[in-house]
């Protein structure tokens, strides 16, 4: 998540944890099949993770006072 929106893991306010079972992700990720799609929520906005390696983190957030806006992704 991170990674896709360009900041260090430490300055988000929140752990992956905290929004999807980190187990469960693993699962499907050993399951051996690439055609899955698994989207939950964090409090930037959406998260979807593919069986193909894909991350896609769509913000909706709105920056706070002070902050640098985070680039929407499409």
Known sequence: ?????????TSLDYALQDH??????ALLER???DDWTLT??????????T????????TDAEPGP???PVPRTS
């Open 1 to 9: 998540i991170a990674d896709e929106l360009q900041v260090e893991p």
């Open 20 to 25: 999807v079972d980190t187990d469960a992700l």
């Open 31 to 33: 399951h051996g099949a």
């Open 40 to 49: 939950f929520e964090i409090p930037d906005g959406t998260v979807t993770v």
């Open 51 to 58: 069986g193909n390696g894909g991350i896609h983190v769509d």
């Open 66 to 68: 002070g902050a640098d």
